[in-house]
């Protein structure tokens, strides 16, 4: 079966009773015929479900699905994009080790290597998005992970999957790469050489801004060291959440082809504008990476950047006027989202900090929704004008 049909089609066994749709299991625990098979589920000799922290049908079901989309051996399931990013660095690193990234990555992932890890011993060596040749030098003898983000946030570059897993593998590294901005669907890091992808399923898995979750996804070993941490240390995802997660991925390539397609045409538009200095998306010839978005991805994604003229002042401006867009901390939602980083996310950084990662004053960050896009537009142009 193709990938559509298999993500409509895959699903744990029916009950008795034959439903349609998946049953919810909201159980926190399973029980046993007698005392042996329950020794013998403990001990692993016997295959079933003990207690939903340990795994549960219907996380079984969303983790599995995603694993095929990813092309993974295995995935394990949490119930936030954060706690999938924090359960892998807890299960795979130790103190002393070191992690080398690009600094262009989400806030709580960027807070997380800044304050939370150095805590425990474990620093991060930031190396430029756009000059893997120079990632080299910044390689140390207790570097263990290199841990990417592309497209970036909020500036979608690209950085180049495969050069980054040849250093990976030329260092012995764990190459790690959170896919949340593309989606399985645009993109596919395992092909190139990552050894683990993480998720946000917040975002396009859920798709309808409803539910959190992450999910991990890599080789049977790596999953393992992940699974033995997160059982015991109890970042488990609600059966409920894992339920609404695997039904919208129904939808996820019927939805991602939109996504793309509203969100190529609207870096269209957006470059035709006079009150825009620039444009970035990285299914658009002008986007400095085009190359390379070209190569490792078969859509553009649904996040535009652009620059309006007339700084933060301007950026601020755009926000208040537009009518139909939402204000909110989100992507990836059906419904199109408009950010001005410079005055909200990233407001805490110097502006000198802020450049260096490519936030200009006028920086705004489009998630193109599903709405039509000529009603998209016709907000934006609006406000812009
Ligand atoms: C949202 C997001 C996360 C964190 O996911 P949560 O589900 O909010 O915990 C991590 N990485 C990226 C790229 C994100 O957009």
């Known amino acids: 079966m193709r990938k559509e049909t298999r993500l409509i089609r895959d699903q744990i066994e029916r009950s008795q009773f034959k439903e349609h749709a998946v049953p919810l299991y909201m159980t926190s625990s399973y029980t046993f015929d007698s005392a042996e098979q329950m020794a013998a589920t403990f001990s692993d000799e016997e295959d079933g479900y003990i207690y939903s922290r340990y795994s549960n049908p219907n996380v079984t079901e969303f983790g599995d699905k995603v694993a095929y989309l990813e092309g993974a051996e295995a995935s394990w399931v949490t119930s936030s994009g954060m706690s999938a990013i924090f ?4 299960a795979l690193l130790k103190s002393g080790d070191r992690i080398l990234s690009a600094r262009s990555i989400f806030g709580s992932t960027h807070r997380l290597f800044t304050e939370i ?5 474990i620093e991060t060596d930031y190396v430029p998005f756009d000059d893997v040749e120079s990632w080299n030098d910044s390689v140390t003898a207790q570097t263990k992970v290199l841990y990417l983000e592309t497209p970036t946030n909020p500036g979608v570059d690209i950085i180049d999957l495969e050069k980054a897993s040849e250093l990976a593998k030329e260092f012995g590294l764990i190459f790690i ?3 949340c901005f593309a989606t399985p669907v645009n993109q596919q890091p395992i092909k190139f050489g990552a050894d683990l992808v993480i998720h946000s399923a917040t975002k396009y898995f859920d798709g309808q801004g409803r539910t959190m979750g992450g999910v991990i996804l890599g080789t049977e070993q790596l999953i393992a060291e992940i699974q033995a941490f997160a059982r015991h240390t109890g970042p488990s995802i609600s059966p409920f959440n894992a339920w609404i997660l695997s039904k919208s991925l129904e939808t996820l390539t019927l939805r991602v082809e939109r996504h793309n397609q509203n969100a190529l045409e609207l870096a ?4 035709a504008e ?13 986007h400095p990476q085009y190359e390379i978005a070209k190569k490792q991805m078969t859509g553009g994604g649904g ?3 652009f620059e309006i003229k007339g700084g933060i002042e301007k950026g601020r401006e755009f926000l208040n006027r537009l009518k139909m867009l939402s204000l909110t ?3 990836g939602d059906s419904r199109s989202i408009a950010t001005h980083p410079a005055s909200t996310t990233h407001s805490k950084l110097t ?3 802020r450049l260096a990662v490519g936030i200009t004053p006028g920086l705004i960050r489009i998630s193109a929704g599903l709405e039509h896009i000529d009603d998209i537009w016709a907000d934006i142009q609006q406000a812009l004008s």
Do not use: H, M, Q
């Not at 359960?87 to 807890?90: H, K, M, Q, R, V």
């Not at 890890?117 to 011993?121: H, R, S, T």
């Open 274 to 286: 006079e009150s825009v200095s620039f444009v970035k998306y990285p299914f658009l010839e002008s």
């Open 87 to 90: 359960s892998t660095f807890g």
């Open 177 to 179: 790469v959170d896919n």
């Open 268 to 271: 269209k538009r957006l470059e």
């Open 117 to 121: 890890l150095p805590k425990w011993g």
């Open 351 to 353: 502006e000198e900090d």
């Open 303 to 305: 996040l535009v950047t």
């Open 329 to 331: 901390a989100n992507l």
